[in-house]
């Protein structure tokens, strides 16, 4: 089932799909419903990947003093950190 109904494009919106419709040897309507079909996937959140950190020890550096965040900030950042 599809619906007729009017939307109004931006120019260069309008300039990229025609573009688009040329390089896929499609029609505009196709290559409109193709590209709003591929956005709404893109948002739709189960289809989303979840990001897994592994964490590693990287061990420690002798004479760091790792309970004060101002010395680890002057040492990853140097002494005018501020």
């Known amino acids: 089932m ?6 109004t494009l931006d120019d260069d919106v309008i300039a990229r799909v025609k573009h688009e419709s040329k390089t896929r040897g499609a029609s505009f309507r196709d290559t409109l419903n193709d590209l709003l079909r591929a956005a709404l996937i893109g948002t739709d959140t189960t289809q989303r990947r979840t990001l897994q950190i592994r964490p590693s020890h990287m061990g420690y550096k002798p004479g760091l003093n790792y309970d004060s965040i101002e010395s680890l900030t002057e040492y990853g950042e140097g002494e005018r950190h501020r």
């Open 2 to 7: 599809s619906i007729r109904t009017t939307v």
